[in-house]
């Protein structure tokens, strides 16, 4: 995975450095045109990427936050049977010490990376899975943990 990610960023960084070179006239800016068919052309070549399919998408847009105060919060997506999603699990003032996980998924895999977890849906697996994370850590340099549930369900 991280092979595909440092090849989108070298691809970004090449097309990046084209858009550079093409200097607009003395006195004035880059039209709107070049930047915004530049900037059509970078997200369709990324979006037909191989890599982006496999690279996974954020499984929550807006998950509750857990406070590190001993508190649990639940958590819930929809994921395609033989799908994946990433999910961050930091926030603005969290320093996370520790993730764990407490109960495993029955119909899929979870795996921590960093601050974050990579659920992945068995192929063919349909109906809900759920698994469970225990989180140490400190918010505002107050030590604590919160548990998060989480609750799939695979389509």
Known sequence: MLRERHGRDKMFEAWFRLKLVKRAPPGHSLSRSLIGGGLRTF???????????????????HPEPFKLQSDTVRWSFKIASGGQCIQGLRWSTIMIDHIAITEMPKSGQIIIQGPSFRYLSNQGARGSDSFKLSITGSSMRISGNSSIEVEVSAE
Do not use: E, M, N
């Not at 037909?48 to 847009?61: I, R, V, W």
């Open 43 to 61: 997200l369709l070549v990324l979006a037909l990427s191989p890599t982006a399919a496999l690279a996974g998408g954020t499984c929550l847009l």
